[in-house]
């Protein structure tokens, strides 16, 4: 099936640090979405992109679709406790219809 | 406005068993995924029912049946459930109009023994 790769798949930083995880796919995407996970919970939308080379921001993430369509960039800045999570990259393709596709994850750890 | 809902919350089952997970949503969206989550793994879909009607099997089909109830509800059923099949499973639903945007449930976590 189509893979996402995300990266990094793990990051400890300190409290008050900026972050930023990439997702790359070898398929070119209409839409990206980038989604938080905490613990026992379920996926929750962060930021959704619609246009390459669009820059979006949601209080201090800022999300970018590539120009290339095929890469996505989330950056955290001034990072909080609260953001511990794990975040998830999510593309959909224009010839599978509806079908979003998840990269595998990068875990935050903000130590504070 | 509740998004999308999902019962049981927690099950366990013993291998063979069989049950089926609820989901319902009250966004008037048209289509409805299930996805598992293993570690590692990231989530993989399941099934999905892009509208009222319809049923498309995603990348890990085998083992699950779905049922499109109505708009706002969408069944999965392990008929005979096998360990591999322990996962937490997550339903999520999009709206075709507006933005584009795919909202999840909160899951339930399955064990089977």
């Known amino acids: 099936g189509q893979q996402l790769n995300q990266s990094p798949q793990s990051m400890f930083i300190q409290e008050g640090e900026d972050v930023s995880m990439n997702c790359t796919s070898s398929s070119i995407f209409n839409t990206w979405l980038w989604y938080k996970q905490d613990p026992g919970e379920g996926p929750v939308l962060l930021i959704a992109l619609y246009k390459a080379g669009e820059l979006t921001s949601n209080g201090r993430l800022t999300a970018q679709f590539g120009i290339t369509r095929k890469d996505s960039f989330l950056n955290i800045s001034a990072s909080i406790p609260s953001d511990v999570g794990i975040y998830f990259c999510a593309g959909q393709r224009g010839d599978t219809g509806n079908q979003f596709y998840f990269g595998t994850g990068t875990s935050l750890t903000v130590i504070p | 406005n509740a998004g999308v809902t999902q019962t049981p919350k927690f099950q366990v089952l013993k291998t063979g068993q069989s049950m089926t997970l609820q989901c319902a949503q009250d966004?008037?969206?048209?289509?409805m995924y299930w996805y598992r989550q293993d570690p590692g793994m990231g989530l993989r879909l399941i099934y999905y029912?892009?509208?009222?009607?319809?049923?498309d099997k995603g990348e890990v089909p085998n083992g699950y049946n779905v049922s499109r109830l109505n708009k706002r509800e969408f069944s999965l059923r392990l008929e005979s459930a096998a360990p591999s099949q322990t996962s937490v499973y997550f339903c999520a639903s999009l709206g075709w109009w507006g933005p584009y945007e795919q909202y999840f449930g909160p899951g339930t976590r399955l064990t089977v023994t």
């Open positions: 029912s892009a509208s009222e009607g319809t049923t």
């Open positions: 966004m008037n969206h048209n289509s």
